[in-house]
């Protein structure tokens, strides 16, 4: 670590992600889809294009928050992501049982997406300059502390839930996490961080930084590997407990959350160890190759046992740190300009979510999951030509 008196700061760092992976993960579970829909007198998967607009919100503010971090300071990008998240789960609370909700509802996660943009390109750029020494395996705390929050989401759902007039509603959640990322905000106003001091800040924008930096044949692959592996992930995510209630006919499937959460907490855990030892490049394709495998286990033996079991490997290989891993190799390649690469991988990344959850709102669950076999497959491509890429630069 760079320096003890950033121990607090990396702890709401950390904190911030608790909350996203809440934020992130509410929309993809399904009593609180079925629960929404009947507000809003639709369809649970129509409750997927919601989840989409988170991001199409990353997409409107990532060109802007990547120079954003670099010119004002991660303290900075990071206090606006804590706020615009709180309007976000705010505004979730106020378009339940709102005849105009869906619409309510969707301008919202946009405004969600934003605050994804500010908090990436300021947390991630952050710990990497706190942990210098171990830039992945900080970045890769940040799934450990959102598969926590995960990992408990069922259990808080449960806790929180309220019903009204016969229906279940989960206001109190989205008003509580809200509410703490207004604390959060607060708290890492007044905490320091190495870039406090202007330190190597790129303050040119987006455009001129893409202009002026000579990308790669495997570093462009490295960036759209933030598409596939989020899509991998995601897709399961909101849709995966669809495919267990459709087709497995499993009433209450949120079960799979606890053990999607599971698989992600070990992965993290054991992926940061194995890091030490083995190259980050080596995970961009063997963890998609057993995404692919379990998918196709689940399509063709369908059953609640391989529903856990599925949800515990795409937790470990989809969503266990891939994308952060991908991040970290990027933002080492090119280090005066972190925040603007993290805009790029993660530009990447929410394109994905924009296009492919938006495509899946309107497809049956059994029909996004072949479709996530195909994303996966091309992301275990993109993966074999990067590490070929790399091993010839090696020799």
Same mark, same amino acid.
């Given at each position: 670590m760079k320096d003890r008196k950033y121990i607090l700061s990396l702890i709401v760092l950390y904190l911030n992600y608790f909350l996203h992976g809440i934020g992130c993960a509410v929309l993809g579970q399904s009593v609180i889809k079925d629960s929404l829909a009947a507000s809003w007198g639709t369809t649970a998967m129509a409750i997927t294009a919601i989840s989409a607009a988170l991001g199409l919100g990353r997409l409107i503010a990532?060109?802007?928050?990547?120079?954003?971090?670099?010119? +004002?300071?991660?303290?900075?990008?990071?206090?606006?992501?804590?706020? +615009?998240?709180?309007?976000?789960?705010?505004? &979730?609370?106020?378009?339940?049982? *709102?005849?105009?909700?869906y %619409?309510?509802?969707?301008?919202? #996660?946009?405004?969600?997406?934003?605050? *994804?943009?500010?908090?990436?390109?300021?947390?991630?750029?952050? &710990?990497?300059?706190?942990?210098?020494?171990?830039?992945?395996?900080?970045?890769?705390?940040?799934? +450990?502390?959102?598969?926590?929050?995960?990992?408990?989401?069922?259990?808080?759902?449960? $806790?929180? #839930?309220?019903?009204?007039?016969?229906?279940?509603?989960?206001d109190r959640l989205f008003l509580l996490t809200g509410l703490a990322y207004l604390v959060l905000a607060i708290a890492i106003f007044f905490l320091p961080l190495p870039t406090d001091q202007k330190e190597n800040i790129q303050k040119e924008g987006l455009l001129s930084s893409i202009r002026n930096t000579k990308f790669s044949a495997e570093s462009i692959a490295m960036i759209l590997i933030g598409f596939t592996c989020t899509g991998t992930f995601q897709l399961w &995510? *909101?849709?995966?407990? *669809?495919? $267990?209630?459709?087709?497995?006919?499993?009433?209450?499937?949120?079960?799979?959350?606890?053990?999607?959460?599971?698989?992600?907490?070990?992965?993290?855990?054991?992926?940061?160890?194995?890091? %030490?030892?083995?190259?980050?490049?080596?995970?961009?394709?063997?963890?998609?190759?057993?995404?692919?495998?379990?998918?196709?286990?689940?399509? +063709?033996?369908?059953?609640?046992?391989m529903m856990e079991v599925g949800a515990f490997a795409i937790g470990w290989a989809g969503a266990g740190g891939l994308l952060q891993i991908v991040t970290a190799v990027c933002n080492l390649v090119f280090p005066k300009i972190k925040g603007t690469v993290t805009a790029l991988v993660m530009i990447a990344s929410s394109l994905c979510n924009y296009t492919l959850l938006s495509a899946a709102a309107g497809m049956t669950s059994s029909g996004v999951m072949w479709m996530n076999v195909i994303l996966t497959s091309a992301g275990i491509i993109l993966g074999v030509f990067v590490n070929s890429k790399l091993r010839i630069a090696a020799d």
């Amino acid at each position: 670590m760079k320096d003890r008196k950033y121990i607090l700061s990396l702890i709401v760092l950390y904190l911030n992600y608790f909350l996203h992976g809440i934020g992130c993960a509410v929309l993809g579970q399904s009593v609180i889809k079925d629960s929404l829909a009947a507000s809003w007198g639709t369809t649970a998967m129509a409750i997927t294009a919601i989840s989409a607009a988170l991001g199409l919100g990353r997409l409107i503010a990532l060109p802007i928050a990547g120079p954003f971090s670099d010119k +004002f300071g991660r303290k900075a990008s990071v206090v606006v992501g804590g706020l +615009f998240y709180a309007a976000f789960l705010g505004g &979730l609370a106020y378009s339940s049982g *709102n005849p105009d909700g869906y %619409r309510i509802a969707y301008i919202c #996660a946009i405004l969600g997406g934003i605050a *994804n943009s500010f908090l990436d390109t300021g947390v991630y750029p952050a &710990l990497g300059e706190i942990v210098i020494k171990a830039p992945s395996v900080a970045t890769m705390g940040i799934k +450990f502390s959102m598969a926590i929050s995960q990992m408990l989401l069922p259990f808080v759902i449960g $806790a929180t #839930a309220v019903v009204v007039s016969g229906v279940s509603s989960y206001d109190r959640l989205f008003l509580l996490t809200g509410l703490a990322y207004l604390v959060l905000a607060i708290a890492i106003f007044f905490l320091p961080l190495p870039t406090d001091q202007k330190e190597n800040i790129q303050k040119e924008g987006l455009l001129s930084s893409i202009r002026n930096t000579k990308f790669s044949a495997e570093s462009i692959a490295m960036i759209l590997i933030g598409f596939t592996c989020t899509g991998t992930f995601q897709l399961w &995510l *909101n849709c995966a407990q *669809n495919f $267990a209630k459709d087709v497995v006919l499993w009433a209450e499937p949120s079960i799979m959350q606890t053990f999607y959460s599971a698989g992600t907490l070990i992965a993290v855990v054991v992926t940061a160890m194995l890091t %030490r030892k083995i190259k980050d490049e080596r995970f961009i394709v063997l963890y998609p190759i057993i995404c692919l495998l379990t998918l196709l286990l689940v399509l +063709f033996f369908p059953s609640k046992v391989m529903m856990e079991v599925g949800a515990f490997a795409i937790g470990w290989a989809g969503a266990g740190g891939l994308l952060q891993i991908v991040t970290a190799v990027c933002n080492l390649v090119f280090p005066k300009i972190k925040g603007t690469v993290t805009a790029l991988v993660m530009i990447a990344s929410s394109l994905c979510n924009y296009t492919l959850l938006s495509a899946a709102a309107g497809m049956t669950s059994s029909g996004v999951m072949w479709m996530n076999v195909i994303l996966t497959s091309a992301g275990i491509i993109l993966g074999v030509f990067v590490n070929s890429k790399l091993r010839i630069a090696a020799d």
